[in-house]
């Protein structure tokens, strides 16, 4: 076998990455209201307790609204930069683009108090819609890698094509170029859709009165009874991002494999 | 007449094209983002006058920020975490990343990246919070150890300290310090590799003299991809760090939510920025050192 000890390591590496994650469904399933070893007993009585409780109901709404409208606008956004930094070389691009795609490493809070204090400043009360622009702002960078590469590799006869045709600059975005990237829009618009509804922090300082899942996770923690029900919510959450994130992954490489460009590998 | 004709050709031009294409993310960036750290630059040196600024030009919060025993020690701590962690994840990562670029066959390079990065997406702070059930007085850790026999009464320095912070963050960060290191390690051309061994030198020494220094750009992205945000981290310190565990974040959080102190809060953010911003130019520095080789 190649890479012997190395391999050993990975798998004990990917472990210590998987750890919480199998703990969650062992916690969901327990018949004990504190979670610790040994496990007491199989029950299914947390998941049910969810479908009885209108705060989490009311939470789970307002998280989808957020999550939908900032994947969709994260990813128009992501797709007019995209575009712009594979096609055309223009002045400012390093600066506009490294502004851009700073929230990618800023850290969070940075983010959501200096949001809070204009949007305060400019008198806008605080709702989802301003958890919605604190979103778009740091699902656009990812939305902006992931079209990227597959904006990357398109190949720019085809649109010279179609204006030699006789098509519009819009209409060539519209038949030509939007067909050969959409495998990477809908993984963008997936990846944006998962990041903000596990967004918390920018949610906790800009949702005001309104609460989004995280915020209620948040707030469940401070109740040690509510807590296996929150275990139930987030083994739910996972499988649902396991596989939202495995069916973008499977866009993401179709797209590549579309525009004709090479697999480098991940989403970042 | 001139400056029309200019003007038309500047419009038709790429530059144009490009940069109006990229106008609505760039208004966006600059609305959102730009203006408000600007303000929040502002405020910090604005006073407070509890609840209502007062537009006055004060460096007080500033003092504040760097004189205040407390806040001192909780900066000091956040710089310590985050340079812990930082150092942690990208050890830990290196051999993983070159495990997947030199021993997985590339058919499956995608489907590994794809696990390492899968917890990553997944509910963080459900994530966080199991961290609080496996180190905890009754957690996996101490009722594992017990069971085995290896300690007689659970361990209390695993939980609501700095070390629980250091684990978590560590656990959270690490799919992102992994994905810079591998993507360098891909762009190594094999044949320099060979041409290491064959020139005598041992794998080792291949390793150190020809891989490590190919690879610097993705350590040097690894690292400021973790040191950076790991400073402002909330939700762990908040959830396991316990009160020996509070980072700078909980500082600014208080702040602005509960103290209603814009003007330090904002001192605080801008003061953490700065000091990541010249941890982080200082590490650049060594890097260009150390690539650049003893001789000099």
Redesign the interface.
Same mark, same amino acid.
């Given at each position: 076998m190649k890479g012997g000890w190395f391999r050993v390591y990975a798998f004990g590496y990917l472990i210590f990455l998987y750890a919480p994650i199998i703990l969650l469904p062992l916690f969901a399933f327990n018949d004990a209201t504190i979670i610790s070893f040994p496990l007491t007993g199989f029950t299914t009585r947390w998941f049910s307790a969810m479908f009885d409780n209108p705060p989490l109901h009311l939470a789970v709404k307002n998280s989808l609204l957020v999550a939908v409208t900032s994947s969709v606008v994260s990813t128009c956004l992501g797709i007019f930069a995209a575009r712009a930094t594979t096609r055309y070389n223009f002045p400012f691009k390093a600066g506009l683009m490294g502004l851009i795609m700073l929230p990618l490493v800023l850290p969070e809070i940075i983010v959501a108090v200096s949001l809070l204090v204009v949007l305060l400043g400019i008198g806008i009360n605080l709702s989802l819609l301003t958890v919605i622009f604190g979103h778009v702002l740091i699902c656009t960078p990812f939305a902006i890698a992931i079209l990227s590469s597959a904006f990357q590799g398109l190949d720019r006869s085809l649109e010279e094509a179609a204006y030699d045709l006789g098509e519009t600059a819009f209409s060539t975005f519209r038949l030509i170029i939007l067909p050969l990237v959409m495998p990477g829009v809908i993984s963008s618009l997936l990846i944006a859709f998962t990041i903000s509804l596990d967004e918390f922090i920018i949610a906790f300082f800009l949702a005001g009165t309104e609460t989004t899942l995280p915020i209620y996770i948040f707030s469940q923690f401070r109740f040690p009874k509510a807590v296996p029900v929150i275990m139930a919510l987030g083994t739910i959450l996972v499988c649902l991002s396991i596989i939202l994130l495995t069916i973008a992954e499977i866009f993401r490489r179709r797209g590549i494999a579309k525009a004709g460009g090479k697999d480098t590998g991940g989403f970042l | 007449m001139q400056n029309g004709t200019r003007w038309g050709r500047f419009r038709n031009s /790429?530059?144009? =094209?490009?940069?109006l294409?990229?106008?609505? *993310?760039?208004i966006? #960036? +600059?609305l $959102? !983002? #730009?203006?408000? !750290?600007a *303000?929040?630059t502002l405020?910090s040196v604005f006073k407070d006058g509890y609840l209502t600024i007062i537009r006055e030009f004060t460096f007080d919060n500033y003092i504040e920020a760097w004189t205040n025993v407390q806040i001192r020690s909780v900066m000091i701590r956040s710089l310590g975490v985050s340079l812990s962690v930082t150092a942690a994840t990208v050890l830990?990562a290196f @051999?993983?990343a070159?495990?997947?670029s030199?021993?997985v066959p590339p058919a499956r390079? =995608?489907m590994?990246?794809? %696990?390492? *990065?899968?917890?990553f997406? *997944?509910?963080? %702070?459900?994530?966080v &919070?199991?961290?609080k059930? +496996?180190l905890?007085y009754?957690?996996?850790v101490n009722?594992g150890l017990l069971g085995l026999g290896i300690i007689d009464e659970p361990l209390t320095f695993i939980l609501y300290n700095v070390n629980a912070v250091v684990i978590t963050l560590a656990?959270a960060y690490? @799919?992102?310090a992994i %994905? @810079?290191i &591998?993507?360098s390690l /891909?762009k190594i051309d094999r044949s320099l590799l060979e041409a290491g061994l064959d020139l005598g030198e041992s794998k080792f020494r291949t390793f150190l003299r020809v891989t490590l220094p190919l690879t610097m750009p993705g350590v040097v992205a690894s690292v400021? +991809?973790v040191f950076? @945000?790991t400073?402002?981290?909330?939700?762990t310190p908040h %959830?396991v760090g316990g009160p020996e565990g509070r980072m700078v974040?909980n500082l600014?959080?208080l702040q602005? !939510?509960k103290l209603d102190n814009?003007p330090l809060?904002?001192a605080l953010?801008v003061s953490? $920025?700065g000091v990541v911003t010249v941890v982080s130019l200082l590490f650049l520095y060594l890097n260009r050192r150390y690539l650049r080789g003893p001789q000099s």
């Open positions: - | /790429e530059a144009a =094209s490009g940069l294409l990229l106008s609505p *993310t760039a966006y #960036a +600059i $959102m !983002l #730009a203006a408000p !750290l *303000t929040i405020y830990l @051999p993983v070159y495990f997947v030199f021993h390079k =995608s590994w990246l794809f %696990l390492i *990065t899968i917890p997406w *997944t509910s963080y %702070l459900i994530r &919070f199991l961290w059930v +496996i905890g009754n957690g996996v009722s656990h690490a @799919p992102f %994905l @810079p &591998f993507v /891909e400021l +991809i950076i @945000p400073v402002g981290d909330y939700v %959830l974040a600014i959080q602005y !939510l814009y809060g904002s953010a953490a $920025m």
